[in-house]
């Protein structure tokens, strides 16, 4: 059944991945996997609401990976190299793979936010974390965070 | 800058690249590439309106290509094998390539629809159209309509 029940779509709550020091910003990102839910895999589109406060992830860019913002409701502050930008709804923002400048989506309003965002499944990527000293890669199988000198944290 | 300026990016009407005798349904399709206005490659995403009775495609579905559909604003009726669902803003479908069951939305209500549709763009795929005469085959340099013997329609 290609539509998707999203009453049954699971939330995911806070960072996830992140190693432990980084998490807290996330901890008002909630999100939704619709791609994985109907079983795609070639790209990803989560369904991700911000509560205020909140930030998409820590900014950062894709060697690898095209993303895509849609903002469905509320109003997010782009941020990148070149300043910040604000996202209301039908608004949207591409990154191309490979673009180092690095970009994430704050809420610092007083509602919540919700949009989609949108990114290739690439066989392996690596992540660059402008601000944060942290960097991921992800070989096909396995993935891993290290330091920027490539040491890897450990939880 | 990666925000998408949408009053730039072009609206292109109607059915496009199908052969002439196929296009009359998706006269009421208005759609804005916005993967494409911020350059990039690996999936697209079109921002689509359908007017009253318009369709989104013919029914159809791809080898090679994953698809995921998000409702916006309006109704649309979802038409696979297993016959009629009803889409609501904020309702997503997701298809996956390969799978033979042909899809498209009609909208089939007095006022206009919007929705996302994101697509893979894959080197190479071909799409049947379980209800047409027609065939798709992209070979990653060109593209061809043929119909279910393998004639190309010419125009």
Same mark, same amino acid.
């Given at each position: 059944?290609?539509?998707?029940?999203?009453?049954?779509?699971?939330?995911?709550?806070?960072?996830g991945?992140?190693?432990?020091?980084?998490?807290?910003?996330?901890d008002?990102?909630e999100?939704?996997?619709?791609g994985?839910?109907a079983?795609?895999?070639?790209?990803?589109?989560?369904?991700?609401r911000l509560?205020?406060? #909140?930030i998409?992830?820590?900014?950062?860019?894709?060697e *690898?990976? =095209?993303? /895509?913002?849609? +903002?469905?409701?509320?109003?997010?502050?782009?941020?990148?190299?070149?300043?910040?930008t604000?996202?209301?709804p039908?608004?949207?923002?591409?990154?191309?793979?490979?673009? #180092?400048?690095g970009?994430?989506?704050?809420?610092?309003? *007083?509602r =919540?936010a /919700?949009?989609? +965002?949108?990114?290739?499944r690439?066989?392996?990527?690596?992540?660059?974390?402008?601000?944060?000293?942290?960097?991921?890669?992800?070989?096909?199988?396995?993935?891993?965070?290290t330091?920027?000198?490539?040491?890897?944290?450990?939880?």
């Open positions: 059944m290609p539509k998707i029940d999203l009453a049954k779509v699971p939330v995911q709550k806070g960072a991945r992140y190693p432990k020091q980084f998490c807290a910003p996330l008002g990102r999100k939704q996997a619709l994985n839910a079983g795609l895999t070639q790209f990803g589109v989560n369904l991700t509560k205020p406060g #909140a998409s992830a820590l900014r950062h860019w894709h *690898q990976e =095209d993303e /895509l913002v849609y +903002v469905l409701d509320g109003e997010l502050m782009l941020i990148e190299d070149e300043g910040e604000l996202l209301r039908g608004d949207a923002a591409g990154f191309i793979a490979g673009v #180092a400048n970009h994430h989506l704050a809420n610092r309003s *007083q =919540d /919700l949009f989609l +965002v949108i990114g290739t690439t066989s392996e990527d690596r992540v660059h974390y402008p601000d944060n000293d942290l960097a991921y890669e992800y070989d096909g199988t396995s993935f891993t965070f330091d920027k000198s490539g040491e890897p944290y450990t939880e």
